[in-house]
C-alpha cells in the first residue's frame, strides 16, 4: 500500500532559505560537507525572528517534499538545557535572538563515561553545523532571556519527529 503524504506548507518568506538548502544539497557530498554547504545557506538567509511572528512554537517551518531535509523554529526559555544527545542526520542552526551555549563530548574509549571536547558560546546571528559522527552535544540557554534558533535537520521530521538519535545518562569526565 502506498501512503500519499501531504506535504506541509511552507512558513511564509522563507523561500530564499528553502532555495538555497536545496541547492546545497545538490552538491551531493558527504554529511559534513552537506552541512557546511547548508550552513554557509543559513548564514545568508538566517531569518528575522520578525518573519516567525504567527507561527506556534515547535511547529515545522518546512518539510521538504521528498523528504531530504526540514526547517524547525525552537524557542529556549531562560534556562533550559538539553540531555546530552547525537543525532540521526546533519543539522545547521542559527541563533536568530539571544545567546546558546552549546557543549561537545566524545564517549571515552571504554564507553561508560563522556570527556568534554569543546564548547561554543553562540550569540544572535551565529551559524553552526555538524554531522554524525561525532556529534554528542548539549545546548543551553544561560543567558537569562528568551532565545530563539532555526535549525535544519537533513530528514524529514514529519515522519521522524525528532533529530535525536540517543541520549546520553552517563557521567561526565571533569
Ligand atoms: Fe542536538
Redesign the pocket.
Known amino acids: 500500500m502506498t501512503l500519499l503524504k501531504q506535504p506541509l506548507p511552507t512558513a511564509p518568506r522563507l523561500d530564499p532559505l528553502v532555495s538555497g538548502i536545496r541547492a546545497a544539497l545538490n552538491h551531493r557530498g558527504d554529511w559534513q560537507r552537506t552541512a557546511q554547504h547548508a550552513a554557509s545557506e543559513l548564514r545568508r538567509y538566517l531569518p528575522a525572528p520578525e518573519m516567525l511572528t504567527g507561527i506556534p512554537p515547535g511547529e515545522l517551518l518546512h518539510v521538504e517534499p521528498d523528504g531530504t531535509f526540514s526547517i524547525q523554529a525552537i524557542v529556549w526559555p531562560a534556562g533550559r538545557i538539553?540531555r546530552i544527545?547525537?543525532?540521526v542526520t546533519w543539522?545547521v542552526f542559527g541563533v536568530i535572538q539571544g545567546v546558546l551555549d552549546e557543549e561537545l563530548f566524545t564517549l571515552d574509549g571504554s564507553g561508560d563515561c563522556l570527556v568534554p571536547v569543546g564548547r561554543s558560546t553562540n550569540a544572535t546571528g551565529a551559524v553552526n553545523g555538524f554531522a554524525p559522527p561525532g556529534?554528542i552535544?548539549r545546548?543551553a540557554n544561560n543567558a537569562g532571556r528568551t532565545a530563539i534558533s532555526i535549525h535544519v535537520y537533513g530528514t524529514d521530521l514529519s515522519r521522524i519527529g525528532s533529530?535525536?538519535l540517543r541520549s546520553y545518562d552517563l557521567p561526565v569526565r571533569p
Open positions: 538539553t544527545h547525537d543525532h543539522c556529534d552535544h545546548v533529530s535525536a
